[in-house]
């Protein structure tokens, strides 16, 4: 169970219950080392896995969490995000609590929002409009109300465009309305009145308690006040929980999440174990130098109980900074250079152009066409949600039923999958038909990846592994 883990991450594993913080930094294996205490606790006799409650902050992320530990032998553990574990006990207890069905979800602010403003006779863009709706997000998982708004936003300096604090909170306030009109409710919503069953039915809190026993929060750096009162009141006066997390990598500050529960964790609960996790795996020397430096720099938010990483890959070429005079000038020129680099035998899977936002990939995906650099963008639909891989998944169920093993899985996943349009020769275009060919292309080296870990799987077992992970939302 414990071969193969680092002395840090051994120590993780081993630590006793109670209070646990690691303080983890980029590519030091903290999933492994998380997962693997969880496994240990489990195998060795000292938790039950319906007892461990796994807080993420994605889908993916928990998805991933629950594959692990289904590797390491371990089933029934609650891997899940803050807001779908509140969901699920929303839907349970509310009828206990408050009677008749919860209350629908809305998936969006942004149409909520701009009804509130038309009422409030008040024109936005959509651009606008959204931005506005994070402001509504900020300030519900900061625990304000349309009345105590102004002050506290006043006191962060927050600038919502378009409007000043006062008219914000009047915003705000009628957002509320509407919602209360539709009979719905937003994803904040979820956890405040999950926290406010949980204040005020001392009974439904015993039974939530009763449920789980241990708790770890992944990306702890991250949480905000809200998820903090909901933990709180799951944890009640107890204090096995195992919280993960680098303060300078906190990534939610935009919609109020802070490092403050993080660093000051061990102010919490003195006599909580602390271990860092320190040994890089995943970067070159040069990169982890320069991600030091980086944070060694930063505000003092970022270096308070920040990782010093020390890497342990091979060496690799030295960063490089180069400034362009203006977007398309910096699209071309990066794509000149993914251009050289293809053709002069680099891979182009290896290869990767990161950005901000959504808008500026438009000036790269347009530079990439004009070099003849094939490409495809990530981050966008939901993989289970694409049109191919639901026809794909849906010919691999029929196939399943005749599959009589002559055939490799990898060599009849392909079979299937090209009724699916997916071909053995990648399209030379980019676009939409490269992100086809890719999606499908997932699935064939899923079903690699599955004959190499387990043999004897056919395509029942790669259908089933499929139905899981579109459950999980966890993207091959």
Not at 217 to 233: F, I, M, P, S, T
Request: charged share 25%; hydrophobic share 40%; proline share 6%.
């Amino acid at each position: 169970m414990l071969e193969g883990l680092d002395p840090e991450q051994r120590e993780v594993a081993l630590a006793p219950p109670g209070p646990l913080c690691i303080l983890a930094g980029a590519g030091t294996g903290k999933t492994r080392a998380i997962t693997h205490r969880i496994a240990y606790a489990v195998h060795s006799g000292a938790q039950q896995p319906q007892r461990v409650l796994a807080l993420t902050f994605t889908a993916r992320a928990a998805g991933e969490m629950r594959t692990r530990l289904r590797g390491l032998g371990v089933q029934g553990v609650q891997a899940r995000t803050f807001h779908a574990a509140a969901l699920r006990q929303l839907h349970f207890f509310w009828p206990q609590a408050i009677g008749g069905a919860a209350p629908e979800v809305m998936s969006h602010k942004a149409p909520a929002v701009a009804e509130a403003a038309s009422r409030l006779r008040m024109q936005f863009d959509r651009t606008t409009i959204r931005d506005l709706a994070a402001e509504v997000e900020w300030a519900k998982v900061n625990l304000l109300t349309p009345q105590s708004y102004a002050a506290r936003a006043r006191e962060q300096r927050r600038e919502p465009p378009g409007l000043d604090l006062t008219a914000m909170a009047r915003l705000f306030e009628a957002y509320e309305d509407v919602k209360q009109r539709r009979g719905v409710i937003d994803f904040e919503d979820v956890l405040l009145l999950t926290v406010g069953i949980l204040d005020e039915r001392e009974d439904i809190a015993r039974t939530v308690r009763g449920q789980y026993r241990q708790f770890v929060v992944d990306e702890y750096q991250d949480v905000n006040d809200l998820q903090q009162r909901l933990l709180d009141q799951w944890l009640g006066e107890r204090s096995d929980l195992c919280v993960v997390g680098d303060p300078a990598q906190t990534i939610y500050s935009f919609t109020g999440a802070s490092p403050k529960h993080l660093v000051g964790f061990s102010k919490r609960f003195p006599k909580a174990q602390v271990v860092r996790l320190v040994r890089n795996y995943r970067s070159t020397p040069q990169i982890v130098g320069l991600a030091n430096t980086i944070v060694a720099s930063g505000t003092q938010a970022a270096r308070e109980g920040a990782v010093r990483l020390l890497a342990q890959g091979a060496p690799g070429p030295e960063p490089q900074l180069t400034s362009y005079p203006d977007d398309p000038a910096e699209a071309s020129a990066v794509a000149e250079r993914i251009r050289a680099l293809v053709g002069s035998g680099h891979p182009a899977a290896e290869i990767a152009v990161l950005f901000r936002t959504n808008a500026q990939s438009e000036a790269f995906e347009s530079a990439l066409t004009d070099v003849g650099v094939p490409y495809l963008v990530r981050g966008g639909e939901r993989f289970f949600a694409r049109k191919e891989v639901r026809d794909a998944i849906l010919l691999l169920r029929g196939a399943a039923r005749s599959d009589d093993g002559e055939k490799a899985l990898g060599e009849i996943t392909r079979d299937v999958i090209t009724g699916a349009g997916w071909s053995h020769e990648p399209p030379s275009g980019g676009g939409a038909t490269r992100e086809r060919w890719e999606s499908l292309s997932a699935l064939a080296t899923l079903a690699d990846d599955m004959a190499v870990a387990a043999p004897d799987a056919r395509l029942p077992e790669l259908v089933a592994e499929l139905d899981r992970r579109a459950a999980e939302q966890h993207a091959p």
